[in-house]
Nanobody, 115 residues
């Protein structure tokens, strides 16, 4: 059974920073595209950032220059460093491990940015 264990969400003031972590197994970390998605109330889930097994990263336009995705092979963990947070970043953030035919999801962690 695939497990994606997220941590690091919370409440922060606008302009602040948070770092999200997602730990998984070695097989998943090596072979999947690891990403972070978010879903705000009343909105669709959207991709925030993703890193491929080869290390290629992509970001949503709304977070470019503020968020950084990275991976630690020794810990089988992917991180999302979020700086200069804005109230519109408020959402439940989900870690995902993507393969060609399917995607695994974490349980989600709440990020709330106050103005």
């Amino acid at each position: 059974q695939v497990q994606l264990v997220e941590s690091g969400g919370g409440l922060v003031q606008a302009g602040g920073s948070l770092r999200l972590s997602c730990a998984t197994s070695g097989d998943i970390f090596k072979n999947a595209a690891m990403g972070w998605y978010r879903q705000a109330p009343g909105k669709q889930r959207e991709l925030v950032a993703e890193i491929s097994p080869g290390g290629t990263m992509k970001y949503a336009d709304s977070v470019k220059g503020r968020f950084t995705i990275s991976g630690d092979k020794a810990k089988n963990t992917v991180y999302l460093q979020m700086n200069s947070l804005k109230p519109e970043d408020t959402a439940v953030y989900y870690c995902a491990a993507s393969f060609v035919l399917y995607k695994y999801w974490g349980q989600g962690t709440q990020v709330t940015v106050s103005s």
